[in-house]
């Protein structure tokens, strides 16, 4: 699967962003889907995942409460509102999408390492 990530762009704090991220290829809809995200000179980390259907999701602490991930497999496309924009959220945000079944809530599905595909991310930069 090919994934390509956009929706990034210049916002003032406490602003909104809502990122896409679309997939080519087949069986979307078998692949657990996360957002990870890089800040300049920071190691890249976990944001969040959500499952093949959608119905759960799963977001980092320091996520909870203003980052909310979504997916449309109709359309193949999985999504990442952010709202209250911080400074701190500045970063590249890219899409992953692993193909391994685990039990989704262990924590395998926040691990870089468990990711088989990656998209080419979106820059966000948060900035008065």
């Known amino acids: 699967v090919q994934l390509q990530a956009s929706g990034g762009g210049l916002v003032q704090p406490g602003g909104s962003l809502r990122l896409s991220c679309a997939a080519s290829?087949?069986?979307?809809?078998?692949?657990?889907m996360a957002w990870f995200r890089q800040a300049p000179g920071k190691e890249r980390e976990f944001v969040s995942s959500?499952?093949?259907?959608?119905?759960?999701?799963s977001y980092a602490d320091s996520m909870k409460g203003r980052f909310t991930s979504s997916r449309d497999n109709a359309k193949n496309e999985v999504y990442l509102q952010i709202n209250g924009l911080k400074p701190d959220d500045t970063a590249v945000y890219s899409c992953?999408?692993?193909?391994?079944?685990?039990?989704?809530?262990?924590?395998?599905?926040?691990?870089?390492?468990?990711?088989?595909?990656w998209g080419q991310g979106t820059l966000v930069t948060v900035s008065s």
């Open positions: 290829g087949p069986d979307f809809s078998k692949y657990v």
């Open positions: 992953a999408a692993s193909g391994r079944a685990r039990a989704y809530g262990s924590g395998f599905y926040n691990r870089r390492t468990s990711y088989d595909y």
């Open positions: 959500i499952t093949w259907n959608g119905g759960r999701t």
